[in-house]
Nanobody
């Protein structure tokens, strides 16, 4: 069982940066693939970025490549999403997700554990 708690969201101007954090409970965090998804108002939840259990592989949605970076610290049971050059279209609730068997998946259904989300608002 894994519990996830996101933090770090807020209001930022276009071109600015934010770093989201996701703190996980449980002693097996280092065995889980982790990912960030987001959901904008009136839209479906979409994949943003993912990272393998070791941190050796990262993968991104095309819309955030070159601007966002996912990382993890297994000693702290935490995964991060550094977001740079933010755009108004990045405005959404950002969710952290985890699963031991996700195998670096981009698919929402591959992840069995979810946080409650943190709001990111980018003003123009």
């Amino acid at each position: 069982q894994v519990q996830l708690v996101e933090s770090g969201g807020g209001l930022v101007q276009a071109g600015g940066s934010l770093r989201l954090s996701c703190a996980a409970s449980g002693r097996t965090f280092s065995t889980y693939t982790m990912a960030w998804f987001r959901q904008a108002p009136g839209k479906e939840r979409e994949f943003v970025a993912g990272i393998s259990w070791s941190g050796g592989r990262t993968y991104y949605a095309d819309s955030v490549k070159g601007r966002f970076a996912i990382s993890r610290d297994n000693a702290k049971n935490t995964v991060y999403l550094q977001m740079n050059s933010l755009k108004p279209e990045d405005t959404a609730v950002y969710f952290c997700a985890a699963d031991r068997y996700a195998r670096n998946s981009y698919m929402e259904r591959a992840y069995g554990y979810w946080g409650q989300g943190t709001q990111v608002t980018v003003s123009s």
